[in-house]
């Protein structure tokens, strides 16, 4: 067990509908994830993956049990805290990119900024420099559909990242791309873990993926079946 | 932020502009409606004050009433008649004309053509009384007025209906059958306060009159114009007493006829008209809460659409407070431009009946402002369910949401 995790579980529950149709998504899961690591979250669709997911992002908070992230109570907190805590701590990247039909690059890029309040000028600078950190120097003023799958990945990447978040949670990232692409954006994203010290939360059900992550967390049940460092099987 | 809110809002009004436009409509008919009623309307109650100052402050009208305004229909007022006329005439040493007319709308005719007009039947005091007189020809004498010769002035616009470029004078028209020389034609008065037109009108002896048109000896009106420099208060109450004295009203009786001065008459036509406008002006708020609808069911179509847009927001640190701003910005947005472009087709529309109908343009500021908050707050109150449905939706729902 990491000495300061950067986010834990303890005994989470997360219970969906009421007597005979209750559904247990996640069933007294114990997970923690240091600063810095890289970590893929597999397993088949209803193994509680996506729900976990959820509330790492703190999207969601559990039924039982208690969610820690950046040392406080994520899942005890109203939905308006969080959003303030997903602003300040948390970017997100998802496998349909997400980004704002006609609107430009910048302006997507911007976007968590607005809600944090940081002026205008800043905001462009800031949403430039992100831009220019995933390789997209010079694309700053074209909008999604004049950008390919990989190029408004990686927009959405940049979006992530310009808040300078502690975690990024990415869900299937490269479930929309092809091989190549795939690879381009996991390159990416093994970068800013190496570089920038930013923690990858990653959900994928691709192997090969997966292998980018130091750590990769199996679901089956709502349980975690398995827990496996890949440096060392390396 | 606001700034940022307010661009945004734009953005998406422009993004669907048929949309919007069609949103505006109701919106755009309400206001318009309400200010063009109210620009109307004040332009109509100037156009009555001016008029009725125009026929002088020292005017006084006796008309026969019911004792009690309020009071039963059953009681018909007693008509006003000679006496009451030669009592006033001889009575009132403040007077500097006493004239006694009958007035109804008759058909005139002449050759092919004819008209709807006035016809009043009167005496020559008449015209001191109204200040009025002939631009062509002569007014009938006193001995024309005891005999009730046949002889008419006309109004200019029968005279322009009838004889075109042509002189009237001595020619016979018809009024009810009856032949009519036609001796003058009167100075132009121009629309009275509530559109009529003062130049539509035939004036003859008021013996002719009644012989031949109303068939009775009844006289609707007796003017009195005060001699100047004399307050009309107490002409008025002169008229009073000698008028119940006339016909012989008990001292404990109420007085079953009318004295009002030109600015009381005025005062009542105003009221009349602010009246009007403000049943009009209720009609037309009803056109408004219609675009409020509109704007409301708009709004929610423009939630649920992208309520993905609202899940990205919602994920990336967008508080409830930032949706339910960005939703309501936008409503009121659209709202307010509605207003506007309603503002404007009103006072276009005020300014084209002021125009055909020769009354004064008078927009006010104060109703445009109005008009302008009122817009905006209709975008906000139907604008606030839409944005709170969107503001509360969950994250997680929302980015799922295809």
Redesign the interface.
Known sequence: MLASPLLAFQDVWKTYGRGEAKVHALAGVDLAIGKGEFVAIMGPSGSGKSTAM?II?C??TPTAGSYRFQGVDAGRLD??RR??L???YVG?V?QGY???A?TTAAENVE??L????VP?RERRERAMAALADVGLAGREHHTPSELSGGQQQRVAIA?AIV?RPSLLVADEPTGNLDTARSHEIMELLTGLNSELGLTVVMVTHEADIATYAQRTIRFLDGHVASDTSNLEMA | ?IW?TVRLALRSVR?NVLRSFLTLLGIVIGVAAVIAMITIGSGTTEKVKTDISKLGSNLLVVRAARPDRSGSTSFTARQLDDKDVAGLAKGLDDAKAVSAAAQKTVRVVYGAENVAADVTGTDTEYFTARDWGVAEGRLFTESEVRSGTNVCVIGETVRQQFFGAGDPDGQSIRVNRMSCKVIGVLQTKGFSGFGQDQDNTVIMPLAAYQRRIAGDRDIDTIYVAARDGVATARVQENIETIMRETRRIAPDGEDNFSVRDMTQIADAMASATTTMTGMLGAVAGVSLLVGGIGIMNIMLVSVTERT??I????????????ILIQFLVEATVLSLFGGLIGIAFGLGLAAAASYSLSIPFAPSLAVVLLAVGFSALIGMVFGFFPALRGARLD??DA?RHE
């Open positions: 959820n992002g999207l969601d939905r308006n959003a303030v997903r602003n300040l997100f998802f997400n980004l704002l006609r976007l968590p607005i809600y944090r309040g205008a979006r808040t | 932020m940022e993004r993905r847009e899940g990205i927001r919602l994920a990336i640190g967008a508080h409830e407070k930032h994250p997680i980015l």
